[in-house]
């Protein structure tokens, strides 16, 4: 019997209507097509321990099981290398961890061989496990708050659309200079690599791409 790098198993809930396993993997569990199609191509995706089409049926009680050799994958290995240091763990399961990033570390290496990092506190953390760390979103060095890690390729596409779709949202809280006004809108600026620091993003910087933020102030004094 093959052996695959991945294998995610979902007992489908008593309430699951019954649909195509195409509509399932791709409408509810949210899976990018290329992944489906490699699933269906290879046989690799299973309904109660074995092989059925992806337009064949299925419902509540089923156990579904699928399959992942690596190749699938643009980015399979994970290469933060291990590096111990305070971690504060806010949510774990079997795909993803949400965890406290302080403020003053950096949310990833910038470099190969870079240590010091919080996926690198992540990477200790998994260590001796089946899982990694994989990247889904960052947050700056200088701030801090609740960062998503994947422990399986797998689910980072799944994270990245949730994010994208705005079904995931992050809330801010900043103190700035001056009074904004007004005392709430919307900043839909295009964010980009600043061209004199590779660290760093700025508006309308280079291959800037749609960004929008939602602000409110919530108090001012002098």
Do not use: C
């Not at 019954?18 to 191509?41: C, D, E, G, I, N």
């Not at 791409?209 to 409110?216: C, D, E, I, V, W």
Request: net charge positive; proline share 8%.
């Amino acid at each position: 019997m093959m052996e695959y790098r991945w294998q995610i198993e979902e007992r489908l809930p008593v309430d699951q209507e019954a649909t195509p396993l195409r509509h399932l993997l791709q409408r509810q569990w949210l899976l990018p097509k290329r992944l489906v199609h490699y699933l269906r191509s290879r046989r690799q995706v299973l309904v109660n321990g074995s092989y059925r089409p992806v337009s064949k049926t299925v419902a509540a009680g089923d156990v579904i099981t699928l399959n992942f050799s690596g190749d699938e994958f643009r980015t399979p290995d994970s290469s933060y290398l291990p590096d111990p240091g305070p971690l504060t763990v806010l949510y774990e399961n079997r795909d993803l961890l949400v965890v406290d990033k302080p403020a003053g570390i950096k949310s990833h290496p910038n470099q190969a061989g870079e240590v010091g990092t919080l996926m690198n506190r992540v990477a200790a953390y998994l260590e001796g496990t089946n899982d990694a760390a994989y990247m889904v979103h960052r947050l700056d060095q200088e701030t801090s708050g609740a960062m998503i890690v994947a422990k399986n390729p797998v689910v980072v596409p799944i994270l990245d659309r949730l994010i994208s779709t705005g079904e995931i949202h992050r809330d801010y809280l900043a103190l700035v200079a001056g009074v904004p006004n007004p005392a709430r809108g919307i900043w839909d600026l295009p964010l980009g690599q600043d061209p004199t620091d590779v660290r760093k993003r700025k508006v309308f910087g280079k291959n800037a791409q749609p960004a929008r933020t939602h602000y409110r102030t919530l108090a001012v004094n002098d």
